[in-house]
């Protein structure tokens, strides 16, 4: 079993940054690929940003040049900075990972999530 914990969420008024961490218990060059997602209130979950393996990138077009997703396989972390930051953005915050998966569309580990709150 993989454990993911995240960290980093907060408070932040409207403009500006946030940098999420998740820390996986097993080794992060197993991944096939790893994301975020996130759940607003009322709201279906969505998916934020996802890397692959070779480290290609996919974003959501909310978040497109604001949010920059990376990770540390020396230190079995995934990262997601968050700048610009919009009223909108408020939400809860997943981070998943895909070992050995054929697809990067599925991810079978889940974290607890994270509250971002950004106020106007």
């Known amino acids: 079993q993989v454990q993911l914990v995240e960290s980093g969420g907060g408070s932040v008024q409207a403009g500006g940054s946030l940098r999420l961490s998740c820390t996986s218990s097993?080794?992060?060059?197993?991944?096939?690929?790893m994301g975020w997602f996130r759940q607003a209130p009322g709201k279906e979950r969505e998916g934020v940003a996802t890397?692959?393996?070779?480290?290609?990138?996919n974003y959501a077009d909310s978040v497109k040049g604001r949010f920059t997703i990376s990770k540390d396989n020396a230190k079995n972390t995934l990262y997601l900075q968050m700048n610009s930051l919009k009223p909108e953005d408020t939400a809860v915050y997943y981070c998943?990972?895909?070992?050995?998966?054929?697809?990067?569309?599925?991810?079978?580990?889940w974290g607890r999530g994270i509250q971002v709150n950004v106020s106007s």
């Open positions: 998943a990972a895909n070992y050995g998966l054929g697809v990067c569309g599925a991810f079978q580990y």
């Open positions: 097993r080794s992060t060059y197993g991944t096939t690929c």
């Open positions: 890397i692959r393996a070779d480290g290609s990138t």
